[in-house]
């Protein structure tokens, strides 16, 4: 039982310390994948389900930065780029020639 006393102090701690090494590492990811996620949305051609799987990381990750609201923002402005560029372009109708009016008079004649 003494022994018990004496270990349960020591296990507690080193939880607690590997419980923090694990957040720390998951926050380092998810910081990482923020990154990945922006320079994804940079590009010419983005893949937008890749950048928002990286956000969806980064927030399952409890990580609320400024790079976070940064890359939400350009991923909306991403999907709303690719949507008008999605849509049909209506053509404007050629400006109907005019005919000089000299060349009209000699096409309908008198009769």
């Known amino acids: 039982m003494a022994f018990e006393a004496l270990a349960k102090p ?3 701690a080193l939880m607690k310390a590997l419980e923090r090494a694990k957040d720390a590492h998951l926050k380092d990811n998810a910081r990482k994948a923020i990154a990945e996620a922006i320079s994804e949305l940079i590009r010419i051609h983005p893949n937008v389900g890749k950048a928002e799987a990286r956000i969806a990381i980064a ?19 991403v999907k709303r780029a690719a949507r008008k560029s999605a849509q049909p372009r209506k053509r404007k109708q050629p400006a109907a020639r005019r005919v000089p009016k000299r060349a009209r008079r000699k ?5």
């Open 10 to 12: 020591v296990i507690d």
């Open 59 to 77: 927030k399952a990750a409890g990580i609320l930065d400024q790079d976070l609201f940064t890359a939400e923002r350009m991923l909306k402005k």
């Open 107 to 111: 096409r309908g004649g008198r009769i």
